[in-house]
């Protein structure tokens, strides 16, 4: 365990004049922080490579190894460590010359050590900062990166693949699926997998304004450009800058404002509603539809060249009922994300025959629906396990709609393939204690052994 001094901060104190370095660090040490001292700059970076400290406070000239050394080698080894550089009053230029190349500030000669600490704690809080922005949006990438995706059949397989890959590029991106597949999770996992993951990521659904509105959304307007403008506005091209703009159902967007839109993908520029000039911006643009695009080309209702140029990377997400195996483990996520919503409820599980029902459901609404089923069930079933009688009351089209199980090999998934991806799915979810499983599944352990042998 840390001791107190080392969970205030661990300071690094560079100087040949060891005299100076160790006043400093007499100092320091008496505010509560670890200091370390370095007789030079050599020797600072080789103790910084064997445990890094939070702050660096070096003196600019030093022989061999100065101050200018130690700032580039700290950075390299770490680029989030402060470094403080300490330099004589006519050693200005330098100092500034430091500031620009990373430092977090400089010191002149001769200078107070209450001036010390408080640049050493501002550069300590800083750091803290900037570390815990890191790690929310390292937290943030988790949840709405490929992490999120759920599934491991085939289909979602070559999918998560095709993500990884399509990630690190910069071309425009078109998502194509049904609605309720999870496009924009897609789109998420597509910028929180690539370099531009520590930038913005702004989305925008094109159905929800009409075209005057949209227009200014996309591209901002000046104060006055239209009637209630009181105010100017970026824009979201904008606010996305270095990052990424997902339009969603870009179908929907109207021929007049798709021609700006092209411009704006194919120079980079952008002009605000009533500006006399363009803003250079870097997006990545990542669009879906769930629509029928040829043939909205073919109406007249959609730009061909503007679909050939968000078509550069085509993304398919396939619908619930062309992924029907993974939908045991789609269950379980939702049935955990309802259970964390709504603390008191009972659901635990469902049985297998619900289960069986709901994998041969046709989930016109994909997985949205299934959530949304799902969420009902935990709110409204007033026991641990939802049976197909609970379907029947609270969710009656899908078990009238479910599949006949002799049309269940037509649809890819029969009935013995549904109870072994569900014995297979309860054991993983036992940590592979197959007893443990069985009496969760109310049968003997030696039918899963039979099954797991492919006997009868």
Excluded at 75 to 94: H, K, Q, Y
Excluded at 196 to 221: D, I, M, Y
Aim: aromatic share 4%; net charge negative; with cysteine.
């Amino acid at each position: 365990m840390a001791s107190p001094a080392e969970r205030k901060g661990r300071i690094l104190v560079v100087d040949d004049h060891i005299e100076m370095a160790r006043v400093m660090a007499d100092q320091l040490g008496d505010a509560g922080y670890t200091v370390e001292i370095a007789a030079g700059g050599k020797q600072a970076l080789a103790a910084a490579r064997a445990r890094p400290p939070d702050v660096v406070v070096t003196d600019l000239r030093m022989e061999g190894v100065d101050g200018f050394d130690v700032l580039e080698g700290i950075a390299a080894l770490d680029g989030a460590i402060p470094v403080l550089i300490m330099t004589a009053f006519g050693a200005i230029d330098s100092a500034i010359d430091a500031i620009r190349r990373g430092a977090y500030h400089y010191l002149t000669k001769p200078f107070r050590l209450d001036e010390v600490l408080l640049y050493v704690e501002r550069a300590l809080a800083d750091r803290r900062l900037r570390d815990e922005h890191r790690a929310l949006r390292r937290l943030a990438g988790e949840r709405t990166g490929l992490a999120t995706m759920i599934g491991r059949g085939a289909r979602m397989n070559a999918l998560c693949d095709l993500i990884e890959r399509v990630a690190q590029a910069q071309a425009p991106v078109l998502i194509r699926g049904e609605s309720g597949t999870g496009k924009e999770l897609v789109a998420r996992a597509l910028h929180f997998g690539g370099p531009r993951r520590e930038r913005p990521f702004v989305a925008v659904n094109c159905t929800a304004l009409p075209e005057s509105l949209l227009e200014s959304e996309l591209f901002g307007h000046t104060r006055g450009a239209f009637t209630g403008a009181t105010s100017g506005r970026r824009g979201l091209f904008s606010e996305a800058d270095g990052g990424t703009l997902f339009l969603d159902e870009i179908g929907d967007m109207a021929p007049a404002l798709q021609a700006k839109l092209l411009r704006a993908i194919e120079e980079g520029e952008v002009r605000a509603v009533g500006a006399d000039g363009t803003r250079t911006v870097d997006v990545r643009v990542i669009a879906a539809s769930h629509q029928d695009l040829e043939a909205r080309i073919k109406q007249g209702e959609f730009r061909a060249d503007l679909y050939y140029r968000l078509n550069v990377v085509p993304v398919v997400v396939p619908p619930l009922r062309e992924r029907r195996e993974d939908i045991p483990q789609l269950c379980d996520h939702f049935l955990a994300r309802a259970r964390e919503r709504n603390p008191a409820a009972l659901v635990r599980r469902l049985s297998p025959e619900a289960l069986s029902v709901l994998a041969r459901s046709p989930w016109p609404g994909n997985v949205r629906e299934l959530e949304n089923v799902l969420e009902r069930l935990v709110i409204v079933v007033g026991h641990e396990v939802v049976s197909v009688d609970d379907l029947a009351m609270h969710a009656p089209t899908l078990v009238e709609d479910a599949t006949p199980l002799d049309r269940a090999k037509a649809d890819l998934l029969t009935l013995r393939q549904l109870e072994r991806d569900y014995i297979a799915w309860v054991i993983e979810r036992c940590d592979g204690n197959k007893t443990r499983a069985a009496e969760i599944l109310a049968i003997d352990v030696s039918t899963i052994h039979r099954r797991e042998r492919g006997l009868q």
